[in-house]
């Protein structure tokens, strides 16, 4: 099992920018695709964004395409999350989640991985609030 811790959370002005980070330990995160969730207080665990094991496939919610970007880098079992133009409705706490592929699931459509059941693995997330 993976284990993973964000960071980079914080407060932030409307309109600034922020990089989270969500490092791996315990395994090597090329054998997952990850995700990034937000959960606010009171409401679901919002999907993000998503990254395929090798990087070469990524996909957005409407609420953060254009706005957030994710990338990883595999030689440092890093995975990241560029959030510009943050917006008040941005505050909550973040989470990187990681989902296992195999040789037979690494080319499943990222479209289909936008559920907190799709992923095995959680970090404990970090907060990120945005003042007005």
């Known amino acids: 099992q993976v284990q993973l811790v964000e960071s980079g959370g914080g407060l932030v002005q409307a309109g600034g920018s922020l990089r989270l980070s969500c490092a791996a330990s315990g395994r090597t995160l090329s054998s997952y695709n990850m995700g990034w969730f937000r959960q606010a207080p009171g409401k679901e665990r919002e999907f993000l964004t998503a990254i395929s094991w090798s990087g070469r496939s990524t996909y957005y919610a409407d609420s953060v395409k254009g706005r957030f970007a994710i990338s990883r880098d595999n030689a440092k079992n890093t995975v990241y999350l560029q959030m510009n133009g943050l917006k008040p409705e941005d505050t909550a706490v973040y989470y990187c989640?990681?989902?296992?592929?195999?040789?037979?699931?690494?080319?499943?459509?990222?479209?289909?991985?936008?559920?907190?059941?799709?992923?095995?693995?959680w970090g404990q997330g970090t907060q990120v609030t945005v003042s007005s």
């Open positions: 989640a990681a989902r296992l592929t195999t040789r037979f699931t690494a080319t499943q459509p990222l479209t289909g991985q936008t559920s907190p059941s799709n992923y095995g693995s």
